[in-house]
């Protein structure tokens, strides 16, 4: 089994910062990517950004400037600095592991941590 934990998450004003912590644990031979995502109530679930594990990252272009991801040295954390953040930001933010391998020829699984609230005041 593998277990994807996230942490940061709260509450803060519009302009102010947060960083959010995702660790990854259990079963795990190999990650190839972890991302975050985020979702209000009503909406879809939208991806924010992603970081392989070369460490190539992408960020959507709603927080390129403002976001930052990173992995830790264990390459199984994956973090998202927030910056400049506002009200439009507020969301549940879920990690998300990316084609994960378990042991040498296992199948490729995806998977998801239970989310972390983001709350921006105006």
């Known amino acids: 089994q593998v277990q994807l934990v996230e942490s940061g998450g709260g509450l803060v004003q519009a302009g102010g910062s947060l960083k959010l912590s995702c660790a990854a644990s259990?079963?795990?031979?190999?990650?190839?990517?972890m991302g975050w995502y985020r979702q209000v109530p009503g909406k879809q679930r939208e991806w924010v950004a992603d970081?392989?594990?070369?460490?190539?990252?992408n960020v959507a272009d709603f927080v390129r400037g403002r976001f930052t991801i990173s992995r830790g040295n264990g390459k199984n954390t994956v973090y998202l600095q927030m910056n400049s953040l506002q009200p439009e930001d507020t969301a549940v933010y879920y990690c998300?592991?990316?084609?994960?391998?378990?042991?040498?020829?296992?199948?490729?699984?995806?998977?998801w941590g239970q989310g972390t609230q983001v709350t921006v005041s105006s």
């Open positions: 259990g079963s795990i031979f190999s990650i190839n990517a």
């Open positions: 970081i392989t594990s070369s460490g190539t990252t």
């Open positions: 998300k592991a990316d084609r994960v391998v378990r042991a040498v020829g296992a199948p490729l699984s995806d998977y």
